[in-house]
């Protein structure tokens, strides 16, 4: 482990310096950027050679798509989820919460 880095009580190694414990922080302005520079080259529209216009739209639609993935990372890292396991609780609180079963596992 380095000198920049902590283990959490799940035994995640966590960096503490640049990005560390605010990295959703880093997704989060990542997503904003993305989605800014979507709606710019959507605002524009069409520009130049008409032949390239199939390009330039899946340009901006995949800006809108990694807008959307960056937020999504964003959020689970600032609400703690790291893993998959993680997830899985949460889903599992979640079903309790609604007084739900639980549903059974394949093992």
Known sequence: ME????????????????????SHLWWALASAAQLGWGISSYKRGHAGDSRLMPLKAFAVASLFVG?????????????????????????????TGLRVRPRARDE
């Open 67 to 95: 807008a959307t993935a960056s937020a999504s990372m964003s959020l689970l890292k600032g609400s703690g989820i790291h893993k998959v396991e993680d997830l899985m609780e949460v889903g599992a609180n979640i079903r």
């Open 3 to 22: 000198d920049n880095e902590v283990e959490d009580s799940d035994g995640v190694r966590v960096g503490v310096g640049v990005g560390g414990t605010y």
